[in-house]
């Protein structure tokens, strides 16, 4: 078996059954753990988890304790290439590095990839003017990148196969994946307060507002009133999502209650308020703390490090490859994952003014 360093070994194992089944050579049922193991060379708690992965696929079939897993009776038809829509969510997105990773493997793996004409702030996450992007593209199916609730929704009543790349999908009948900020976030929360913070605002996007908190605006807000800061508007405030927006959210938080420490949803949220505490005067971290929600690779170049939240896009991009094989092959797959993150504690952050 030729190892492929993208793949984790239990992935590659996967994809080497799958290959043997499409192939024939294995009709009823496949060898069990311990024969595949040692073909492969491999450890049978690697196979045991690549033979799970096939379950879930329905490639595989199991058939109880100690017996060998069934190969499915309709494994499908073979792959075909797809065009597969793009939905970006701003004008910068459309050119990002997850973006254009994201294209360049589906390319890779012989499907075609189109863009409309506008993104999802620009139509303003209309969901009739959504259906007028997707009817202007005869796409097979459609990638989401960061959706709202109500633009998810709208795909799960839509025919065509479609997956959420980060946004509200959580609880949707839709595929997706994103990174798994809550545990990070609540850390970073609670390292603050440790530091003696008792005014941190979240400066996050419409969409992780509205209709309700997501689940890291909502564990942020839960550990502000567990120990016992009293929480609103202040600390999740809403904003008009343009630069001139941002400013003056940004001024009028600094023009009486000034905050202590300051979190920014996204990269470029971040660098602009950076830019704008530097015009104003205001140290980072003397006078207040700045952290990050999420990663950018010119984090890397900064000193002090940028306290943040880092996590790998190529899982992301692994799990819509499969699910576009599966699409592909006429098979539904609705799974959703969730990518690990690490809370990267920056020089950003320190105690609070006197």
């Not at 060898?31 to 992965?53: C, D, F, I, Y």
């Not at 929360?189 to 605002?201: D, E, F, K, S």
């Not at 420490?261 to 530097?278: M, N, S, T």
Request: charged letters at 20%; proline letters at 7%.
């Amino acid at each position: 078996m030729e190892l492929k360093p993208f793949l984790s070994v239990s992935e590659q194992v996967a994809s080497f059954v799958r290959g043997e089944v499409e192939r024939g050579r294995w009709r009823g049922t496949v060898p069990g753990m311990n024969q595949l193991a040692k073909e492969l060379g491999v450890n049978s708690k690697t196979v045991a988890s690549a033979l799970r992965q096939l379950e879930q696929e329905g490639y595989l079939q199991g058939q109880g304790s100690g017996r060998n897993r069934r190969v499915a009776q309709q494994i499908g038809p073979g792959p075909r290439p797809m065009l597969i829509g793009i939905l970006p969510y701003d004008p910068p997105d459309r050119h990002s590095e997850d973006l254009s990773k994201l294209q360049h493997a589906l390319v890779e793996a012989g499907h075609a990839v189109a863009f409309p004409k506008k993104t999802l702030t620009e139509i303003g996450m209309q969901t009739g003017r959504v259906g007028h992007l997707v009817n202007q593209i005869a796409a097979d199916a459609w990638v989401v990148s960061a959706g709202s609730r109500e633009v998810l929704e709208w795909f799960v009543t839509q025919p065509l196969p479609a997956f959420a790349m980060f946004g509200r999908w959580q609880g949707l009948s839709i595929a997706g994946t994103g990174p798994d900020k809550l545990l990070s976030s609540i850390a970073a929360t609670r390292q603050l307060i440790a530091l003696g913070h008792r005014r941190i605002v979240n400066i996050c996007r419409r969409e992780r507002r509205l209709p309700t908190p997501g689940d890291e605006e909502s564990a942020f807000l839960a550990e502000l009133a567990n120990h016992g800061i009293a929480v609103g508007d202040y600390n999740l405030p809403d904003w008009k999502e343009t630069k001139e927006g941002l400013q003056t959210l940004l001024e009028s938080l600094f023009q009486i209650t000034r905050p202590t420490a300051l979190l920014f949803d996204e990269p470029p949220i971040f660098a602009a308020g950076q830019q704008f505490l530097a015009r104003k005067g205001i140290r980072v971290p003397e006078d207040v703390s700045v952290f990050c929600t999420d990663s950018d690779p010119t984090f890397a170049w900064c000193v002090p490090a940028i306290a943040h939240i880092r996590w790998d896009l190529r899982p992301a991009i692994l799990r819509i490859l499969r699910w576009a094989e599966n699409v592909s092959r006429g098979r539904k797959d609705l799974k959703q994952t969730l990518v690990s993150t690490e809370l990267v504690i920056g020089g950003t952050i320190g105690p609070p003014a006197a």
